[in-house]
C-alpha cells in the first residue's frame, strides 16, 4: 500500500498552495458542467477544445509522475488533495468540506450536473462515493464493508451529510451515515472499517510546489 508522506512544509506555505490550487480547480470544475451543457456550435466546440488542449499541455508541462498521494505536515494537517470527494485539486470532487459537530462528521454540498444518474437525480454511485468517504473519515480507517439504503431519489441540488461512530472493537469501527435532502434522509448507510497499520514516510523526493 502507498504510504502517507509527510511534507515539511508551514501552515502558511500551505494556505498559499490552497490558494494557487483552489482557482484552478474551480475553473476545470466550471468547464466541466459547461461541457456538459453548452449548445454552442460545433466550429465553438472544436476552437474550445483547442484552448483546453494547450491549457492541458501547460500544465502537463512539469508534473508528478503518478497521483497527489496523502500528504501531511508535521502539525497534522493533511493534504489529500487529489481525494474525489474532498480534493482542492481534484475538479471531479464537488468539493465535499467536512467539519466535526460533537460527535459527528458533517458536511453540505450541492451537486450539479457533473453527479447527475436517473434525469434530474443524484447518481447513485455518487451517493456511495460521497458517503464512503464521509463514513471513512470519521473512522479514520479503510472501508471493509459498506452498505447504503436508497430510500428515495435524491434530486439534484444541495445535499448535507453525516457519519458518526457508533461501535469500536479492536481496529474495527462501526460507523453509520446518511445523505439528506430539504426533505429529509435519502440514503442510509452503514459500514465496517478498518484502522489499518501505517506508517508516515519522509517525503521521498524533493518536488515542489508552485
Ligand atoms: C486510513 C486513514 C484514512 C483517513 C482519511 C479517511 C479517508 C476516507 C476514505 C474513504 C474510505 C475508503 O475509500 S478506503 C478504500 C476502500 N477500501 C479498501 O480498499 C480496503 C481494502 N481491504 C483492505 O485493505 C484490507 O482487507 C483491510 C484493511 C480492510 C483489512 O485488512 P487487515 O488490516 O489485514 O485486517 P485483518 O487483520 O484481516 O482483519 C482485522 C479484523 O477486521 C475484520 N475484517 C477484515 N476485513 C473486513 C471487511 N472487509 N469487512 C468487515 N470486517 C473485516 C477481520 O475479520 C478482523 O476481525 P477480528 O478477527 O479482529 O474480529
Known amino acids: 500500500m502507498r504510504q502517507f508522506v509527510f511534507e515539511d512544509i508551514t501552515s502558511e506555505e500551505v494556505a498559499r498552495r490552497t490558494g ?5 480547480t474551480d475553473s476545470v470544475r ?3 458542467d459547461a461541457a456538459i451543457r453548452t449548445e454552442v456550435d460545433p466550429d ?7 484552448l483546453i488542449d494547450r491549457a492541458t499541455a501547460m500544465l502537463r508541462s512539469a508534473q508528478t509522475d503518478g497521483p ?38 458533517v458536511a453540505d454540498v450541492v451537486l450539479g450536473a ?12 455518487i451517493c456511495a462515493l460521497l458517503l464512503d468517504h464521509i463514513l ?8 471493509g464493508t459498506l452498505t447504503l439504503r436508497y430510500q428515495r431519489a435524491t434530486p439534484l441540488g444541495a445535499v448535507h451529510l453525516e457519519a458518526e461512530v457508533v ?15 430539504a426533505d429529509g434522509i435519502t440514503v442510509t448507510a452503514e459500514g465496517i ?18
Open 193 to 210: 472499517f478498518i484502522a489499518p497499520r501505517l506508517t508516515m514516510t519522509e517525503r521521498p523526493d524533493d518536488r515542489e510546489g508552485p
Open 20 to 24: 494557487v490550487y483552489t482557482p484552478l
Open 44 to 50: 465553438t466546440i472544436r476552437a474550445a477544445g483547442e
Open 114 to 125: 457533473a453527479y447527475e444518474g436517473p434525469p434530474g437525480l443524484v447518481h447513485g454511485g
Open 136 to 143: 471513512g473519515e470519521a473512522a479514520s480507517a479503510m472501508t
Open 68 to 105: 497527489h498521494g496523502v500528504r501531511y505536515t508535521a502539525d497534522g494537517t493533511g493534504m489529500p488533495w487529489g481525494n474525489p470527494a474532498i480534493g482542492i485539486r481534484n475538479a471531479i470532487a464537488p468539493p465535499m468540506v467536512v467539519t466535526r459537530d460533537g460527535d459527528r462528521l
Open 30 to 32: 466550471q468547464l466541466l
Open 167 to 181: 461501535a469500536t472493537a479492536g481496529r474495527k469501527l462501526t460507523v453509520r451515515g446518511s445523505m439528506s435532502d
